[in-house]
């Protein structure tokens, strides 16, 4: 089992900057992909990046790439999203979420074994 609990979300302008922080315990952190996943009110909750074990390797939705960068502290049991020139479409719930699968599934929410509660990340136009 691993407890994944989000922190980081506000409320911040258009333009603006947040850090996202996942902090894991139970299993130690190594032994999974991270992702991050968002979701806004009657929509399906999407991907919006992922990391692999060693933090080698990372893919981002094509809507925050060049904008977002997840990395992570295996040692600290720790994953982050910075979240640079955000934009109002940004506004959504933001989850973290363990995978014990594989990278070429790492964009598919149901491949995912364990979520967090949410943050809100509320961008003001």
């Known amino acids: 089992q691993v407890q994944l609990v989000e922190s980081g979300g506000g409320l911040v302008q258009a333009g603006g900057s947040l850090r996202l922080s996942c902090a894991a315990s139970g299993r130690t952190l190594s032994r999974y992909i991270m992702g991050w996943f968002r979701q806004t009110p009657g929509k399906e909750r999407e991907f919006v990046a992922g990391i692999s074990r060693s933090g080698d390797s990372t893919h981002y939705a094509d809507s925050v790439k060049g904008r977002f960068t997840i990395s992570r502290d295996n040692a600290k049991n720790m994953v982050y999203l910075q979240m640079n020139s955000l934009k109002p479409e940004d506004t959504a719930v933001y989850y973290c979420?363990?995978?014990?699968?594989?990278?070429?599934?790492?964009?598919?929410?149901?491949?995912?074994?364990?979520w967090g509660q949410g943050t809100q990340v509320t961008v003001s136009s």
């Open positions: 979420a363990a995978d014990s699968g594989v990278l070429a599934t790492m964009t598919r929410r149901e491949v995912y074994d364990y």
